[in-house]
């Protein structure tokens, strides 16, 4: 046959055991392929609005607690379902003594155990889950439960007296700023490089 070395020879045998073999191989990529593309593609779209929202004028906001604010955090037309509530507060020189030098400070109500929505106790300045009793400080810092890291925050400005909220980000025990990652995701030492984050989360 051509291009066979001398003296090789392809049985009938060999000939459709290799024909069927790539036969199959054709008909589970037809299959395979579609499936992954559907399952792993909507990793890679991002879906987070790329602008800034107006949660309210300065005079609504205080450094000694916190007001929760609704806004969409899905871009797409889906309703009710795209919104979410965040809690805001006028950043305090005296407690916030980290890396990320906001105007305001803003929380994700998004838990950092399985995603359960978190509340604020103003009592005892501590952000509550009731799935599974994590806790959380003033600051939104790790304070009890299973959470790995603390909550979630969103960019803030200022504009005209008016609080902007913009993308939200994750941060590290050290409150330092790290690509948003999924709940129950470590961002301390070498666990930041084996959780990379997602555009979708």
């Known amino acids: 046959m051509p291009a066979a070395f001398e003296g090789e020879t392809v049985t009938r045998r060999r000939l459709f055991t290799g024909g069927a073999m790539a036969a199959g191989g054709v008909a589970s990529a037809a299959f395979g392929l579609p499936a992954l593309g559907f399952a792993v593609g909507p990793m890679f779209e991002d879906e987070t609005p790329d602008r800034f929202q107006d949660v309210g004028p300065e005079a609504d906001f205080n450094p000694q607690t916190y007001v929760s604010k609704v806004i969409t955090l899905v871009a797409q037309d889906v309703g009710e379902a795209g919104k979410t509530t965040i809690y805001v507060r006028r950043s305090d020189p005296e407690r916030d003594r980290d890396k990320l030098k906001q105007p305001y400070v803003a929380i994700s109500t998004r838990c950092a155990h399985l995603g359960c929505p978190v509340r604020y106790v103003q009592a005892s300045e501590r952000f509550i889950c009731p ?23 969103f960019e803030t400005r200022v504009e005209n007296g008016r609080v902007l909220v913009g993308e939200r980000f994750s941060v590290n025990s050290k409150l330092d700023r790290h690509a948003v990652r999924d709940p129950s995701n470590h961002l301390d030492g070498i666990w930041q490089y084996l959780y990379p984050p997602r555009p979708t989360t």
């Open 131 to 153: 799935c599974h009793g994590g806790v959380y400080g003033f600051d939104g810092k790790v304070e009890g439960g299973p959470p790995v890291r603390p909550l979630d925050r």
